[in-house]
């Protein structure tokens, strides 16, 4: 018989519910209270001993389970995995769910072994494509060149002028912003942008409007800044402007709205003209920042380009605006490169706070991209990876077709990296996702890009540009056979 767990939760109730419940029973492991081997009940048994929903047990388990814990098998339901890192291991404070990145990328558990993990990401590119050989040149030079062996060692908190004078070239052509490079702040990453914008626009007590489903650690970094995030709902055409009206109407204290407009993340939708131009209208009116974060720009298949917010309407209508770019997707997201475009005051308060932490970015990565953008090499192989992912983008979505025509349903994204699927109600997503990854294969449930796990979407995402295409059909069948065979029970009693 599973065994009944009297469980402790964590008192800080600031965390969402299923973490508290995965980080008491993480450390009843870590105590030797359970043990490799024991068995855990039920999430039916657990939510009705802890008086919580049933999907909170579940995405408790399914949180342990892609972080390698615990292991659910559908014949012994779950229990804790024989495979634990070794003890030092297990009890530093970074298996901690909540002390981790609230965002890591899910592990999968792998009962079996000898069989490699595949991953559908949330829609990272695959860095196989990327022009090693001209970086790697790039890079040389860089680390030859003047500025690098500058005795004084330190340059503009803003970034390399040439890279911020090539990229506001790129960003006219290709988006249509009609920017100078003093208009640019170069950062580690979009995500230092996003933790930048939040000081500069938010005060603590403030609040930011953002898309739910959307980007946890977006809110991770507003969170920070001691911002409220209060979540906006997003349908089949992009954030909900008639509740964004009405949030407008009950809450004083809203400083920003932070959306993704080209790509809806994580839903892939694009913004329509009409809710564009309302969401800018309701922004002015209320004073707010709109913080557009366009972390994929260059991945779109059908249609002309979508210009962003940031070049949508007349430029002179006293508008906040701040725009955010990455090269994480264009090229990996292990070089560390992201910016933001804003209005001085802005860009001032993004700068200071930039140096207070990180005095300067990485001068031979800056250098070397800034040679990318100039001899044509990145525009180049943007054309190329496009093509590459426009191709994977119609194999898994044939594939998925094919073999879910009943459990998963999806418009196939007109831009972007990764697939939104809605899962048919009688399967639990989160269910068939831990299922996978006691399968070897990572796949990110609803519950992942939701501001409270009980209202998640029953969906998956579906990033398919790091699969190549014998990778992505090995990825499918792993997905068909986690498939929950017994539907009605597809909330799976592990
Ligand atoms: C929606 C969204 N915004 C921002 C980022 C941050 O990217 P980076 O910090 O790598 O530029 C990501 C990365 O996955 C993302 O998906």
């Known amino acids: ?294 972390y994929d720009h260059e991945y779109r298949y059908e249609g002309r380009p979508v210009l962003p917010l940031a070049a949508t309407g007349p430029l002179d209508d006293g508008r906040s605006a701040v725009y955010l770019g990455s090269l994480s997707k264009l090229l990996a997201p292990g070089l560390r490169l992201g910016y933001a475009v804003a209005n001085p005051g802005v860009l001032r308060a993004m700068t200071a706070a930039r140096e207070a932490i990180d005095r300067q970015g990485d001068l031979p990565l800056e250098a070397a991209i800034a040679e990318l953008l100039l001899d044509g090499e990145l525009r180049r192989h943007a054309r190329k990876a496009r093509n590459v992912y426009l191709e994977r983008r119609d194999a898994l979505a044939e594939r998925l077709h094919r073999e879910f025509p009943e459990s998963l349903s999806f418009d196939v994204p007109a831009g972007g990296l990764a697939i939104w699927t809605r899962v048919a109600p009688e399967v639990d997503a989160t269910a068939w996702a831990a299922r996978a990854a006691a399968r070897g294969l990572v796949v990110s449930a609803g519950t992942r890009f939701a501001l409270d796990a009980r209202s998640a979407p029953n969906a998956f995402r579906i990033g398919f540009a790091t699969l190549a295409s014998d990778e992505a059909a090995a990825a499918v069948r792993r997905l068909a056979d986690a498939l929950p065979s017994n539907r009605s029970s597809a909330g799976l009693d592990v």
């Not at 990145?101 to 559908?120: D, H, M, N, Q, Y």
């Not at 007590?205 to 209060?230: C, K, M, N, Q, T």
């Not at 932070?258 to 790509?263: A, D, E, S």
Request: proline share 9%; charged share 20%; aromatic share 6%.
């Open 1 to 294: 018989m599973p065994l009944s767990l009297p469980i402790e939760l964590d008192p800080d109730a600031s965390k969402p519910l299923f973490l508290r419940i995965a980080r008491a029973l993480i450390r009843d492991i870590e105590r030797g209270r359970l043990h490799p081997g024991d068995r855990l009940p039920g999430t039916r048994t657990l939510a009705k001993q802890l008086a919580v929903h049933r999907k909170t047990a579940v995405a408790a388990y399914d949180e342990l389970a892609l972080q390698g814990w615990i292991v659910l098998q559908p014949s012994r339901g779950a229990s804790v995995s024989l495979s634990l890192p070794d003890p030092a291991l297990r009890s530093s404070r970074a298996s901690d769910p909540s002390v981790t990145a609230a965002f890591a990328p899910p592990r999968a558990s792998i009962p079996t072994e000898g069989i490699a993990p595949l991953v559908f990401t949330d829609g990272t590119p695959d860095p196989r494509l990327l022009p090693r050989a001209e970086l790697s040149r790039a890079f040389r030079r860089a680390l030859g060149s003047r500025a690098f062996l500058s005795p004084i060692g330190y340059g503009d908190p803003r970034g390399s002028l040439r890279l911020r004078a090539a990229l506001a070239e790129w960003l006219a052509d290709t988006r249509a912003l009609a920017v100078g490079p003093d208009d640019i702040l170069l950062t580690r990453g979009s995500q230092m942008a996003l933790f930048l914008a939040a000081r500069a626009v938010t005060e603590p007590g403030d609040a930011i409007a953002v898309e739910d489903p959307g980007y946890p650690l977006a809110w991770a970094a507003f969170r920070a800044a001691g911002a409220e995030v209060i979540g906006v709902p997003v349908d089949s055409g992009g954030i909900s402007i008639e509740a964004l009206s009405s949030l407008a109407r009950q809450r004083g204290n809203i400083r920003a709205v932070l959306v993704t407009p080209h790509h809806q993340y994580p839903t892939t939708t694009t913004l329509g003209a009409g809710r564009r131009l309302a969401l800018i209208r309701l922004a002015v009116e209320h004073g707010w920042t709109v913080i557009e974060d366009d």
